[in-house]
C-alpha cells in the first residue's frame, strides 16, 4: 500500500528482477486495501508492504483492522515508511508489524530493500520444516 507513485513504481521495477513469480497488487490508499485484501485467498499473500502515511485509512490503522481478522493474522506485513520516528516503530509493532523499515533515499537502495523484505518472506513461506528430534 503506497500513496506515492513513483515510490510504487519503484517497488513494481524491484520485484521484475526477483527469481519468485509473484504478482503486486497496488493499493494508494487504506480504504481500497482493506476492502480488496478480503478478495484474495491469505495464504496466496507472501507479505503485505504497507506505509504508514496513505490517505482515508492510515497503515496503522489498516494493519489493526487485518490483525482482527483470524485469516490475516499470520500473513507477513511489513511497515515500509520515511519515519524513523521512535513512536511509529513501536506503534507499528504494537499493531502486529512483523518488519519496520525506514525508506531509503537512492534508487538502488529503495529497490534492494524492496527485493530483500520481499525475498526473505517467500524465502520464509516456502522453506521446508525443520525436523523436530
Not at 11 to 39: I, K, M, Y
Not at 62 to 73: G, Q, S, T
Request: charge should be negative.
Amino acid at each position: 500500500m503506497e500513496d506515492n507513485p513513483a515510490d510504487a513504481e519503484l517497488t513494481r521495477l524491484a520485484l521484475q528482477g526477483l527469481p519468485h513469480s509473484l504478482s503486486l497488487q497496488h493499493f494508494s490508499n487504506g480504504e481500497d486495501f482493506v476492502r480488496r485484501s478480503r478478495e484474495y485467498p491469505s495464504e496466496s499473500i507472501a507479505c503485505m508492504i504497507l506505509d504508514l502515511n496513505v490517505p482515508k485509512i492510515n497503515g496503522l490503522e489498516v494493519l489493526r483492522r487485518l490483525r482482527a481478522e483470524p485469516r490475516f493474522r499470520e500473513v507477513p506485513a511489513v511497515i515500509f515508511s520515511s519515519s524513523n520516528l521512535p513512536e511509529d516503530i513501536n506503534a507499528s509493532y504494537a499493531a502486529g508489524a512483523d518488519a519496520y523499515m525506514v525508506k531509503p533515499d537512492g534508487f538502488d537502495e529503495f529497490c534492494d530493500t524492496i527485493s530483500n523484505i520481499v525475498q526473505f518472506w517467500v524465502n520464509r513461506l516456502t522453506m521446508e520444516p525443520a525436523a523436530l528430534g
